[in-house]
Structures are given as structure tokens and as C-alpha cells.
């Protein structure tokens, strides 16, 4: 005869496993900017990640170098690749480089902004999330996907949280002519019409529907004083339909 205790345990157990997986909850960046991981600094990054930081998973196994590793899956101990900054502390402005010189032959995720003065901008779509764990596309090309864990130097952030990172994210519409806009988010109610710029700011995001706005002139290059509000479906459970953008 189960104890209670055991009864318990099956029961958490069972709930874990039976648990959805939130499909495409966010993106997720990589935070690389010298500053940082300047001494003394690591106090004042602010994330949205679960966990701090370990050897396993961020190494800074030279005092000029920090690597990220990727796995295959969760329960795999080995390395699958890894993706290592170099900080050139010598040089006014940093210069900041990639160590790997194959790492274009993998590496293909949402957003590749590159700024030797001091930061990489690397944002990866996040396919799937498990504890602490988290399925990126590494390759937005092939679609292949690894795993990384959350934590300081690895950000989460959820649909909503976007534009209070990073100002200058746009959102892009894979198939703009055909994307369907509503005035709420309820497939019932009603339609839009909207052709003009393929470039949104989100406003606000709901399961799978997203409130979507034509971006700021600035960033979007607007030349309409109209402001155009509207949701859209922009994921299921196998597809996501819009595309994140830094210029």
C-alpha cells in the first residue's frame, strides 16, 4: 500500500508531466555587452530569468572570454555548441568579436546585430520552455533548434516585455497581403483593412493574439500620420507568423 507521501509525489509527478508546454512564449536574448561583465557589474544586470548563472552553462574560463553552450536537449550533459565572446579590454571603444569562425555555418537566429564597440544584439524565437530550460531556433533557415538554460546572461522575455528591452524592436508579418486584422481578439469580430508599412510595435499580447500598432516614424520609416490599432493571431501551436526586427 502507497503512503501518503508517495500518493503525493505520483500526483506532482503526474501533473508535471502532463503540464502544456507554452509554444513560442517569447524571445530570448543573449546578453553580451562588455559593460556587463565588467567587475562588479553582474549585481546590476536586471533579467527575467529563473536561476542564476552557472559554470555548466556560462564559463568564464578567461577573464576575457564568456561562452555560451547549447544542447541538444535537457537531459543531455554534452555540449551540443557553444558561442564565445571576446572582449578586447585594451581597446577604447571594447572590441567585442566572436571566437568561433564557423559559427555562421549553425547560427541563423531572429535577430544578428552586430556592433564591435561593445555588444552583439542576439535575439533567438523561443520555441518551448521547461523549467528552467529553454528550445531555441538556432537557425531561423532550417528551423533546428537547441537548448539553453535561463539565467543571468540569458533573458527571457515574454511577447509584452519586448518593447521595454529594446525601443527599436519592430515586429514584421511574414505574409503581410494576407494576414487577417481585427478590432478585438475574437476571430467574430470585426476586420480591417490595412496595406500600407509591414512594420509594428506591440501593445499588448493575449494566448495567441497580439495587439499591433504601425511603428513610430523613427523606426518604421511611417510616412502615415494615421495610427493603426489592431490584433492578430500570431502563433499556434506549429507556426509563428510574424518576425522580430532591430535596425
Given at each position: 500500500m502507497?503512503?501518503t507521501?508517495?500518493i503525493?509525489?505520483l ?9 502544456k ?6 524571445m530570448?536574448?543573449?546578453?553580451t ?14 533579467f527575467?530569468g529563473?536561476?542564476?548563472s552557472?559554470?555548466?552553462d556560462i564559463?568564464n574560463y ?6 555560451f553552450n ?5 537531459k543531455?550533459?554534452?555540449v ?10 585594451s581597446?577604447?571603444?571594447r572590441i567585442?568579436?566572436i571566437?568561433?569562425k564557423?559559427y555562421t555555418?549553425?547560427l541563423?537566429p531572429?535577430?544578428?546585430n552586430?556592433?564591435?564597440?561593445g ?8 520555441k518551448?520552455?521547461?523549467g ?6 538556432i537557425?531561423?533557415?532550417?528551423q533546428e ?11 527571457m522575455?515574454?511577447?509584452k516585455n519586448?518593447?521595454?528591452e529594446?525601443r527599436?524592436?519592430?515586429?514584421e508579418?511574414k505574409?503581410?497581403k494576407?494576414?487577417?486584422y ?11 483593412n ?5 512594420c509594428f ?6 494566448g495567441n493574439?497580439?495587439k ?6 523613427e523606426?518604421?520609416f511611417?510616412?502615415?500620420?494615421k ?9 499556434s ?11
Open positions: 502507497k503512503t507521501v508517495q503525493i509525489i500526483m506532482l509527478l503526474s501533473n508535471i508531466l502532463s503540464a508546454t507554452d509554444v513560442y512564449p517569447g530570448v536574448k543573449l546578453i555587452g562588455w559593460h556587463k561583465f565588467a567587475k562588479g557589474a553582474d549585481s546590476t544586470v536586471t527575467l529563473l536561476t542564476t552557472t559554470a555548466k564559463s578567461k577573464s576575457d572570454t564568456v561562452v547549447f544542447y541538444r536537449n535537457p543531455d550533459n554534452k551540443y555548441r557553444h558561442l564565445s565572446f571576446y572582449f578586447d579590454w581597446k577604447i571603444p567585442v568579436r571566437v568561433e564557423n555555418d549553425w541563423s531572429m535577430t544578428f552586430d556592433d564591435t564597440s555588444y552583439y544584439d542576439i535575439y533567438f524565437t523561443c518551448s520552455k521547461k528552467n530550460w529553454l528550445e531555441i531556433i537557425n531561423e533557415g532550417t533548434t537547441a537548448w539553453i538554460r535561463d539565467t543571468k546572461f540569458v533573458k522575455l515574454p511577447w519586448l518593447l521595454k529594446d527599436f524592436l519592430t515586429i508579418l505574409d503581410f494576407t494576414t487577417q481585427f478590432k478585438l481578439n475574437d476571430i467574430k469580430s470585426e476586420q480591417i490595412y496595406a500600407e508599412n509591414n510595435e506591440i501593445v499588448d499580447v493575449k493574439w497580439m499591433i500598432e504601425n511603428g513610430d516614424s523606426i518604421c511611417t510616412t502615415s500620420n495610427t493603426f490599432t489592431a490584433w492578430v493571431l500570431f502563433k501551436n506549429d507556426n509563428l507568423v510574424i518576425k522580430v526586427n532591430r535596425p
